[in-house]
């Protein structure tokens, strides 16, 4: 399963990465292995099987709707690199 | 060229729980920024959230009351994306499975039935509110912003329509039935201007059965920047169309002030969200007791309830609609029935003064400090012909801004209608006396005369004479 340089570019935006074009090549490499390597269990028949979104066989796992105090705004913004008063401050979106 | 609009919303509804969707924090709008979060909510690492069964009861009730179906598997999605209104990143959402899908709502337009496809009702987290600092106090240009996340993690449902209207008029229309289902359920606060319920749209104008290209709205805050803004858009579209233009894909921000829409700077590539099933959170599989439960308290939803009114009451159309498109309204009005009076006579009290009069004030029906038994009584003392409608008008001003009931209001000012025919002769006649040209020319039959005579005996009994018996007994005095 080979991976272009055009997949790995637009990977590397979704994930805001900046990649060099030799990091490019080798990003295209490395994935095109996994992918490879993941390859084989398509060899496997699942038809009838459901696919496996969750591992425990859980469902309907709920709390009550009920308000609990949050945390005090001043822990909240505590570790933030960037915050006016309560606010967290982020650089221009667009 | 045979043109036609096509449009379809979508639109997202704050659900009125006490809690959010995934932790405890409450729900209250405002507050200090911040001061609604957890480390659920803010996305700290190694946190588990929970899903609120009362969300997912709204949403499950939602779907019920627009004829949707229950999927037996949902599960949530994680949508990632980049942009600092979730600090987690994504936002848990629904994708292929949704809590309920392959509905309809039927609305009654003038002369015809619209049925609009509900493709489904899923249940997300709502996103935090950002706020953007710079001069032009939009993103565009902004030097910075800065995040609250209280509303981060609100859940919200979202309702996608099928492409099923047909003009500007119809969206108005589904938006307001929604609106009122939403209230009749219980389950929304549903205040447009506050951001609880939000709407975007998707519009093309399809030219001789030829699909259009699809544009897509947003930023319409109110049912009336909904149909404006889709007018403007229907008209941009033809406009283009007609000049043998294309239309671009693209989606177009609606400014409210200056009337017109304008293209969104998009990023430059295609959303690509991946979803993938959120981890943290096991499916959904609401059991059939439950969800026969959930449809057992499904009400009298808002067209039920007017065809009703129209059955039971008489009510016409147009009254009907605009009763049950509130709740309360439709509430009120019923009450008002209980006390015995004419029906149509309290529609229409409601419908026009007493509207009015809320609407002046900027109260709330809940809050009307016109008991619907005042309302009773105010259509009682007009029927009795106690008063007359005229100053029916002024008594319900005056029981609005007092709090008094109607009966008591005219009580003390006195304001009965002069009925007794002794009592009223006795003004005609000093009328008379004072006014020998007038009566002279009533008595030649000239007709002007008799409005000059009524308004000397209305002014003489500030209004409160019978109109019908003061104008007989001035033609029997007078008879040519």
């Known amino acids: ?94 | 060229m045979g043109f036609e609009t096509v449009i379809g919303l979508e639109i997202h509804a704050e659900l009125a729980t006490e809690s959010k969707m995934f932790c405890g924090c409450s729900t209250d709008f405002g507050g200090e920024p911040n001061s609604r979060t957890c480390p659920v909510c803010l996305g700290h690492p190694g946190v588990l959230p929970v899903a609120n069964r009362e969300a997912v009861a709204s949403t499950i009730l939602l779907g019920l009351a627009l004829r949707c179906a229950v999927t037996p598997r949902s599960v949530f999605h994680r949508k990632n994306y980049f942009y600092p209104d979730m600090p987690k990143n994504f936002q848990i959402s629904q994708y292929d499975v949704p809590l309920t899908s392959g509905g309809t709502l039927s609305m009654d337009m003038e002369g015809y039935t619209r049925e609009v496809g509900i493709t489904r009702v899923h249940l997300e987290e709502d996103t935090g509110k950002s706020i953007h600092i710079g001069e032009s106090g939009r993103i565009h240009g902004a030097d910075f912003s800065l995040e609250d996340f209280n509303r981060a993690g609100i859940p919200l449902a979202e309702i996608v329509t099928e492409p099923d209207m047909r003009s500007p008029e119809e969206a108005r229309v589904f938006m307001q039935l929604l609106r009122a289902t939403l209230e009749y359920l219980g389950i929304s606060d549903c205040k447009m201007e506050e951001g609880s319920l939000r709407c975007d749209a998707n519009i093309s104008v399809s030219v001789d059965g030829r699909p259009g290209t699809k544009v897509e709205i947003k930023n319409m805050n109110s049912f009336r920047s909904l149909f404006r803004a889709l007018s403007f858009e229907e008209e941009r579209q033809r406009t283009e169309l007609g000049l043998g233009h294309e239309v671009v894909q693209e989606t177009r921000h609606w400014d409210d002030a200056a009337g017109v829409t304008h293209p969104l700077r998009s990023k430059e590539e295609a959303f690509d969200y991946r979803y993938f099933p959120e981890p943290d959170l096991v499916p959904i599989e609401p059991d059939l007791e439950w969800v026969e439960e959930l449809r057992g308290r499904l009400p009298e939803l808002p067209r039920a309830r007017r065809n009703r009114f129209e059955a039971e009451y008489g009510l016409p159309g147009e009254i009907s609609a605009m009763l049950t498109g509130e709740k309360a309204l439709a509430d009120y009005f019923e009450e008002a029935v209980a006390s015995g009076q004419d029906p149509v006579a309290l529609a229409k009290w409601i419908a026009g003064d007493l509207v009015a009069l809320l609407n002046e004030a900027v109260v709330p029906i809940q809050a009307c400090p016109v008991h619907p038994r005042g309302l009773g009584e105010l259509v009682a003392l007009v029927a009795q012909r106690i008063i007359s409608g005229k100053m029916a008008k002024d008594v319900l001003r005056e029981a609005f801004e007092t709090g008094k009931g109607p009966e008591r209001i005219v009580r003390e000012k006195g304001l009965a209608q002069i009925e007794d025919e002794g009592e009223l002769e006795a003004v005609v006649d000093r009328v008379i006396e004072e006014n020998p040209d007038a009566a002279s020319d009533m008595r030649e039959g000239k007709e002007q005369a008799l409005k000059f005579l009524m308004g000397r005996v209305m002014k003489a009994t500030r209004g409160k004479a019978n109109p019908e018996l003061a104008t007989s007994l001035i033609r029997k005095k007078l008879s040519p």
């Open chain 1, 1 to 94: 399963m080979a991976v272009s340089i055009e997949d790995v570019e637009h990977v590397a935006k979704l994930a805001r990465l900046h990649l060099t074009g030799e990091e490019k090549e080798t990003i295209r490499r490395q994935l095109s292995d996994v992918l490879e390597h993941a390859r084989v269990i398509s060899e496997v028949d699942t038809s009838g099987v459901p696919p496996t979104s969750h591992a425990l066989p859980l469902v309907n796992v709920y709390r009550e709707d009920e308000a609990r105090p949050s945390l005090d705004p001043d822990e909240v913004v505590s570790n933030a690199a960037w915050a006016v008063e309560h606010s967290f401050k982020v650089p221009r979106i667009l």
